[in-house]
């Protein structure tokens, strides 16, 4: 039976769980589903890039101050869904969770699922009681890996089966395109130099400064090397770790071989990838890590760091790894995928440990929940009147 979905996400931003919201949506849609994908639009523009599947852009206002922001996109998203049929509705963030609970509140739905990609820890108690109640109110769990099914688990006493997540091989390739021979000249790339690709912005979750500093240590061995940290829209604010990046990246000296790019065009990530000579991406937490399956796809080697979740679907062949307790690891896993000899085993191993992950595996262990939302919804309509049962 086909079903009418709703994919709700908090921004139009390419963060991960908006790029995991879209490409589900597309792979439900692949699958013979009517799935539309849902999320406030500050900017009019809609989504970072256009989606195989319909859309619903809410017109939201911009908010600067943190909480204040997270109510006001609460109530923009509960607004515009008040009377929408969808026989089942799925939030991919805390924000738009809270959105739906207060429809389940209202009466106005059953229930909901949601995704917990990762948890944040925040001070401010309504933004922790928010992503709490994002959590407690779902009626269907379902995270991206084993370390947040455990987390669930543990301390908020929630199953949460992982359904994980899946790279579009057509999209992320080895193969150039005519935006690759462009990138370099049209975002001031060094035509001469190695690049180093950082994606995410500047961001402590992201551990860009001690990138950073990996980055200028190996500039004393290798000159002939350019970072490019790709990136960072997000809603929250990260200015203090922004200044300290800043700070130490004009006093190394090393501030004409950095670029930082902003937000950068969705259709250019590929090419990115490509020209880049490694990703680097020692990041701290994460829900799953979708960056370096884009970035093995297209056949470039990956550095992470040696914990979960990257060690639950990476195996020590899959990537180079670094020790986040020792900060020299991350420079010499640097150095090694500097080499011609990994840079030519990537290009082959890379694709293929892309190819285990698949979007439309993704959408179809969605469906069991999916199913018994759309029976309680049903059954709910029939006893509200809006529905008449089945005749026998």
Same mark, same amino acid.
């Given at each position: =039976?086909?079903?009418?979905?709703?994919?709700?996400?908090?921004?139009?931003?390419?963060?991960?769980?908006?790029?995991?919201? =879209?490409?589900?949506?597309? &792979?439900?849609?692949?699958?013979?589903?009517?799935?539309?994908?849902? &999320?406030?639009?500050?900017? !009019?523009?809609?989504?970072?890039?256009?989606?195989?599947?319909?859309?619903?852009?809410?017109?939201?206002?911009?908010?600067?101050?943190?909480?204040?922001?997270?109510?006001?996109?609460?109530?923009?998203? *509960?607004?515009?869904?008040?009377?929408?049929?969808? %026989?089942? +509705?799925?939030?991919?963030?805390?924000?738009?969770?809270? #959105?739906?609970?207060?429809?389940?509140?209202?009466?106005?739905?059953?229930?909901?699922?949601?995704?917990?990609?990762? +948890?944040?820890?925040?001070?401010?108690?309504? +933004? #922790?009681? $928010?992503?709490?109640?994002?959590?407690?109110?779902?009626?269907?769990?379902?995270?991206?890996?084993? =370390?947040?099914? %455990?987390?669930? $688990?543990?301390?908020? !006493?929630?199953?949460?089966?992982?359904?994980?997540?899946?790279?579009?091989?057509?999209?992320?390739?080895?193969?150039?395109?005519?935006?690759?021979?462009?990138? $370099?000249?049209?975002?001031?790339?060094?035509?001469? $130099?190695?690049?180093?690709?950082?994606?995410?912005?500047?961001?402590? *979750?992201?551990?860009?400064?001690?990138?950073?500093?990996?980055?200028?240590?190996?500039?004393?061995?290798?000159?002939?090397?350019?970072?490019?940290?790709? !990136?960072? &829209?997000?809603?929250?604010?990260?200015?203090?770790?922004?200044?300290?990046?800043?700070?130490?990246?004009?006093?190394?000296?090393?501030? %004409?071989?950095?670029?930082? /790019?902003?937000?950068?065009?969705?259709?250019?990530?590929?090419?990115?990838?490509?020209?880049? %000579?490694?990703? #680097?991406?020692?990041? =701290?937490?994460?829900?799953?890590?979708?960056?370096?399956?884009?970035?093995?796809?297209?056949?470039?080697?990956?550095?992470?760091?040696?914990?979960?979740?990257? /060690?639950?679907?990476?195996?020590?062949?899959?990537?180079?790894?670094?020790?986040?307790?020792?900060?020299?690891?991350?420079?010499?896993?640097?150095?090694? #995928?500097?080499?011609?000899?990994?840079?030519?085993?990537?290009?082959?191993?890379?694709?293929?440990?892309?190819?285990?992950?698949?979007?439309?595996?993704?959408?179809? *262990?969605?469906?069991?929940?999916?199913?018994?939302?759309?029976?309680?919804?049903? /059954?709910?309509?029939?006893?509200?009147?809006?529905?008449?049962?089945?005749?026998?």
């Amino acid at each position: =039976m086909s079903l009418s979905i709703g994919i709700l996400t908090h921004s139009t931003n390419p963060r991960g769980g908006v790029v995991h919201g =879209m490409a589900l949506a597309e &792979a439900l849609c692949d699958a013979g589903h009517d799935a539309t994908l849902i &999320a406030p639009d500050v900017t !009019g523009a809609g989504f970072f890039r256009r989606p195989r599947c319909a859309t619903n852009c809410i017109p939201a206002v911009p908010e600067r101050d943190l909480p204040t922001l997270v109510e006001r996109r609460i109530g923009e998203i *509960r607004d515009a869904l008040r009377g929408q049929p969808f %026989d089942v +509705l799925h939030a991919q963030d805390p924000i738009s969770a809270n #959105a739906l609970a207060e429809l389940v509140e209202e009466g106005r739905i059953p229930g909901f699922a949601r995704t917990v990609h990762h +948890l944040d820890h925040f001070t401010h108690p309504v +933004l #922790a009681a $928010r992503q709490e109640r994002g959590i407690r109110a779902a009626a269907e769990l379902f995270t991206v890996s084993t =370390m947040w099914e %455990d987390v669930l $688990r543990n301390d908020h !006493g929630r199953e949460a089966p992982v359904v994980g997540n899946g790279v579009d091989p057509v999209r992320f390739s080895h193969v150039p395109t005519a935006h690759d021979a462009a990138l $370099r000249a049209r975002y001031h790339l060094p035509a001469d $130099r190695h690049l180093i690709l950082s994606v995410g912005g500047i961001e402590r *979750r992201k551990n860009t400064l001690h990138l950073l500093e990996a980055f200028v240590a190996l500039r004393r061995e290798r000159p002939d090397v350019h970072l490019v940290v790709a !990136g960072g &829209a997000s809603l929250l604010d990260h200015s203090a770790y922004r200044t300290r990046f800043t700070t130490y990246l004009r006093e190394s000296g090393a501030a %004409d071989h950095v670029t930082i /790019t902003g937000p950068v065009a969705d259709e250019d990530m590929p090419a990115f990838y490509r020209q880049a %000579d490694v990703l #680097a991406y020692p990041s =701290m937490t994460e829900g799953f890590g979708l960056c370096p399956l884009e970035a093995l796809a297209c056949g470039t080697p990956v550095v992470v760091p040696e914990i979960a979740p990257f /060690t639950e679907h990476l195996s020590r062949a899959d990537a180079l790894w670094c020790d986040l307790a020792r900060p020299d690891t991350l420079f010499l896993a640097l150095r090694d #995928a500097l080499g011609a000899q990994n840079r030519e085993r990537f290009r082959a191993s890379g694709p293929a440990t892309a190819r285990r992950f698949d979007w439309g595996r993704v959408a179809s *262990r969605h469906l069991p929940a999916y199913r018994r939302l759309a029976a309680r919804s049903r /059954t709910d309509a029939i006893a509200s009147g809006v529905l008449s049962p089945c005749p026998k």
